[in-house]
T-cell receptor
Framework: KAGVTQTPRYLIKTRGQQVTLSCSPISGHRSVSWYQQTPGQGLQFLFEYFSETQRNKGNFPGRFSGRQFSNSRSEMNVSTLELGDSALYLC????????????????FGSGTQLSVL | GIQVEQSPPDLILQEGANSTLRCNFSDSVNNLQWFHQNPWGQLINLFY???GTKQNGRLSATTVATERYSLLYISSSQTTDSGVYFCAVGETSGSRLTFGEGTQLTVNP
């Protein structure tokens, strides 16, 4: 079974541009979540999607957005890039069925390394 | 929000040595997972262990939820065990996890 696939692996952008990152979850996984990893802040939760609906959102500005498609694939978008957005963006999927109290193991992709110049 | 503290921050071992990594958390959790991030950035899920003890080969983990800590044991360490080990906890249902700052493990041959 293929793992979580993220594209592209590396991305270089300039300030003010926007970027879209893609994530394909493990087959059968319906929950996709996104995390940002930086040397200063560590790993921080961005948002989570299940059945095409955003279920949870972290403390990030509105420039960070995402969506999920009917096949569970997800994209995240960052508009008006700032230097501080340079980070490794990690996508994770799980078999979560999002019933009360449910929690499942997270499986992460290899990430997209975004550099903002 | 919940606080997660991992210790030690750095650990250097010789191949074959054993080690114990600790994770303390500030509030009750219903989700606790251990991850290993290899030098290429890939996060590998080692354990889903909100309570109790689990073993997988040379690795084992114990979570004492009532005392708000978890331990990851690595026995007979190998150079491929090098990387950063993260503890992550969740308070609610879903995939939102709060990560600790990690333990940087270096295993020398």
């Amino acid at each position: 079974k293929a793992g979580v696939t993220q594209t592209p692996r590396y991305l270089i952008k300039t300030r003010g541009q926007q970027v879209t990152l893609s994530c394909s979850p493990i087959s059968g996984h319906r929950s996709v979540s996104w995390y940002q990893q930086t040397p200063g802040q560590g790993l921080q939760f961005l948002f989570e999607y299940f059945s095409e609906t955003q279920r949870n959102k972290g403390n990030f500005p509105g420039r960070f957005s995402g969506r999920q498609f009917s096949n569970s694939r997800s994209e995240m978008n960052v508009s008006t890039l700032e230097l501080g957005d340079s980070a490794l963006y990690l996508c994770a999927s799980s078999v979560l069925r999002y019933r009360q109290g449910a929690r499942e193991k997270l499986f992460f992709g290899s990430g997209t390394q975004l550099s903002v110049l | 929000g919940i606080q997660v503290e991992q210790s030690p921050p750095d650990l250097i071992l010789q191949e074959g040595a054993n080690s114990t990594l600790r994770c303390n958390f500030s509030d009750s959790v219903n989700n606790l997972q251990w991850f290993h991030q290899n030098p290429w950035g890939q996060l590998i899920n080692l354990f889903y262990i909100p309570s109790g003890t689990k073993q997988n080969g040379r690795l084992s983990a114990t979570t004492v939820a009532t005392e708000r800590y978890s331990l990851l044991y690595i026995s007979s360490s190998q150079t491929t065990d090098s990387g950063v080990y993260f503890c992550a906890v969740g308070e609610t249902s879903g995939s939102r996890l709060t990560f600790g700052e990690g333990t940087q493990l270096t295993v020398n041959p």
